[in-house]
């Protein structure tokens, strides 16, 4: 029983699909209780016969939310409770408050709160207790995680993100070619690409303000922004303002980004703050040469120099510089896009991110899995 805020498109919400797939296909029955609202990929679970269940819970302490999901939980009764980030786990948490679970496991799909002293992150410490395990999606948030006590050690765990790799085929002139017809940008244009929500911690505003900085050098260099989010508005006005309009296409929320990962020369992710980025997992599958700024558990999928290049947050000045790099790069950028197009294909398989949370939900029936789980908790 799968428990989040919803199920809009977004890396979590994707992870937790495909994990119910996963789930399904080893045996077990599934449902989903979203917190909020159903989200757009809650369709697709319903058409393969998941439940999927809503709160309607409303700004602030809603209690009517908490009965509706006590409610929702207590239809399932010895079922392994599995929530996805804060808010989620803390309702979680108080819903079920005497119903009999077999286990309670949080993912934490990013670095956690920046304030220990928050309403909300007092609330999700308070429940640790009632938490059998606290899985974090990359080792820095695990360290985190550990240093600042919001889990008990003895639960606390890494278990990074993987993906369906054979959803992905590599980046090529051909793809480029389409890409940028289907953009109405001139052939030959370089295409930098970036997918994740338009939301403040992505900091889009800083990739337009270094895109900016790319054009005067780069002037073939052209922009596709995939996904939606609060800041578009925003985004589109400041790209209007600072004369690239022509240059820069928000593509909106897509169901197709391995199409659009083909059609591109370099992915960037400009984030303020990262747990462990499923856009860079699925940029690196594509074979493509990676910008990304050094948070989180960044460092971890992208290699200073081998698979791409790492820069400080907020510096629009070497986040414009490592673009124009690559985007000249020639022989170096085909060179880091295989190669991390072959870390993926090594460490990135969503079937060794499944297999490590069955080893969670039941006791693993080999030696390997034993390993594999046991060898993270800290």
Request: hydrophobic letters at 45%; charged letters at 20%.
């Amino acid at each position: 029983m799968h428990f989040v805020e919803n199920l809009d498109r977004g890396g979590l919400e994707r992870t937790v699909v495909d994990l119910i797939a996963s789930q399904r296909e080893a045996g077990h029955q599934c449902r989903v209780i979203c917190l909020f609202k159903l989200g757009l990929l809650a369709k697709e679970l319903l058409a393969s016969g998941v439940r999927v269940d809503a709160c309607g819970k409303r700004p602030g302490l809603d209690l009517r939310a908490l009965r509706r999901a006590r409610a929702l939980i207590r239809q399932s009764p010895d079922a392994v409770l599995h929530t996805h980030n804060a808010m989620a786990h803390y309702y979680a948490v108080i819903a079920s408050l005497g119903l009999p679970l077999k286990c309670r496991i949080n993912t934490r799909h990013g670095m956690g709160g920046r304030s220990k002293s928050g309403r909300q992150e007092w609330i999700y410490r308070q429940s640790m207790r009632f938490t059998d395990y606290t899985v974090a999606v990359c080792e820095a948030a695990r360290a985190r995680f550990a240093a600042e006590g919001v889990a008990p050690r003895r639960g606390l765990l890494s278990v990074p993100n993987g993906i369906r790799l054979d959803r992905f085929k590599p980046a090529s002139a051909a793809g480029r070619q389409a890409l940028a017809a289907e953009l109405g940008w001139p052939e030959g244009s370089r295409i930098i690409g970036t997918v994740g929500r338009l939301q403040p911690v992505k900091d889009h505003a800083l990739l337009l303000r270094a895109f900016a900085k790319v054009r005067m050098q780069v002037p073939e260099a052209v922009l596709a922004i995939v996904g939606d989010g609060p800041l578009r508005g925003a985004l589109e006005t400041q790209a209007g303002q600072a004369g690239l309009s022509d240059a820069v296409r928000f593509l909106g929320d897509r169901h197709d980004v391995p199409r659009l990962l083909t059609g591109m020369d370099v992915f960037a992710l400009s984030s303020a703050s990262e747990g462990y980025s499923i856009a860079l997992l699925e940029a690196c599958a594509a074979g493509l040469p990676i910008v990304a700024t050094d948070v989180g558990g960044n460092r971890e999928i992208v290699h200073d120099g081998i698979n791409g290049r790492l820069v400080p947050a907020a510096d629009v000045a070497a986040l414009a510089t490592a673009l124009i790099a690559l985007l000249r790069g020639g022989d170096e950028a085909g060179r880091m896009g295989r190669a991390g197009q072959a870390w993926a294909q090594a460490e990135a398989s969503f079937r060794t991110m499944a297999e490590r949370y069955h080893g969670l939900y039941d006791p693993p029936d080999c030696d390997s899995c034993t390993m594999v789980v046991q060898g993270r908790l800290s």
